[in-house]
C-alpha cells in the first residue's frame, strides 16, 4: 500500500528538549515537504526537498532542521522547541515537479509545555 | 502579510444547499492554484488550476480560477454531510516545489 508514515503520532515534551519526527514513503517519491497546521492559518511549508541531499527553506523554516539522507525518509529535527512549535505537523511527498498531487502522512501533533 | 485568504472562515448549511467558497490572493507570478478538502486527517487533492481559466469539476465539486479578479470559487451543489471539512487553497510557484495555503474554510454540512 502507498503510504505516508510519521512518528510519532503524539508527542507531548518540554521545551529545550531536542526531538525528531521521522517521515518515511514507500512511493520512491523525489519530493518531500513538511507543514505545519494551526488554527486558522491552514497549512504553512516548513521545508521541502526536491531529492537526496537537496532540501530548501519553505515559509516558516525558523527553529527547524531537516535532512534528506535517503530518498524514502525526510525528518523533521526540533534541536530545542520551544511553546511556539506546539502544532500539528504534516510530511507530505509527491513526484518530482508534482508537488500539487501530494500524498500527506497522517499528522504529528506535538506539544511544547 | 497573507498572501492566500479565504472567506468565509466557517459556513454551516443544510442538505441540499449550494455552497460558494473564495479564495483570494495577491501573488501573480504562481505555477497553478490548488484546492484540497481535509476532514478529520490529512487534505486530500481536489482542483488544480491555472490561467487558462477552464473550469474544473468533479461530480457535484467545481472550481475556477478567475485571473482579473485574483480568485478562484470552489462551488458544492447538492450538499451532503459528507461535504463537512475544511476547504483549503493553496497556491504553488517555485516551479511547483512551494505551495502557500490559505487559512481555509470550514464547512458544516447539517441533516
Known amino acids: 500500500e502507498a503510504q505516508v508514515t510519521q512518528n510519532p503520532r503524539y508527542l507531548i515534551t518540554v521545551t529545550g528538549k531536542k526531538l525528531t519526527v521521522t517521515c518515511s514513503q514507500n512511493?520512491?517519491?523525489?519530493?518531500m515537504s513538511w507543514y505545519r497546521q494551526d488554527p486558522g492559518l491552514g497549512l504553512r511549508q516548513i521545508y521541502y526537498?526536491?531529492?537526496?541531499?537537496?532540501?530548501d527553506k519553505g515559509d516558516v523554516p525558523e527553529g527547524y532542521k531537516v535532512s534528506r539522507k535517503e530518498k524514502r525518509n525526510f525528518p523533521l529535527i526540533l534541536e530545542s522547541p520551544s511553546p511556539n512549535q506546539t502544532s500539528l505537523y504534516f510530511c507530505?511527498?509527491?513526484?518530482?515537479?508534482?508537488?500539487?498531487?501530494?500524498?500527506f502522512g497522517p499528522g504529528t501533533r506535538l506539544t511544547v509545555t | 502579510e497573507d498572501k492566500v485568504v479565504q472567506s468565509p472562515l466557517s459556513l454551516v448549511v443544510h442538505e441540499g444547499d449550494t455552497v460558494t467558497l473564495n479564495c483570494s490572493y495577491e501573488?501573480?507570478?504562481?505555477?497553478?492554484l490548488l484546492w484540497y478538502k481535509q476532514e478529520k486527517k490529512a487534505p486530500t487533492f481536489l482542483f488544480m488550476l491555472?490561467?487558462?481559466?477552464i473550469e474544473k469539476k468533479s461530480g457535484r465539486l467545481s472550481s475556477i480560477l478567475d485571473k482579473k479578479e485574483l480568485s478562484s470559487i470552489l462551488n458544492i451543489t447538492a450538499t451532503q454531510t459528507g461535504d463537512s471539512a475544511i476547504y483549503l487553497c493553496?497556491?504553488?510557484?517555485?516551479?511547483?516545489?512551494?505551495?502557500?495555503f490559505g487559512g481555509g474554510t470550514r464547512l458544516m454540512v447539517k441533516p
Open positions: 507530505a511527498s509527491s513526484l518530482a515537479g508534482a508537488a500539487y498531487e501530494q500524498y
Open positions: 512511493m520512491n517519491h523525489e519530493y
Open positions: 526537498s526536491m531529492n537526496v541531499e537537496v532540501t
Open positions: 501573488v501573480t507570478n504562481f505555477r497553478s
Open positions: 491555472t490561467s487558462s481559466g
Open positions: 493553496a497556491l504553488s510557484y517555485n516551479a511547483g516545489n512551494m505551495l502557500t
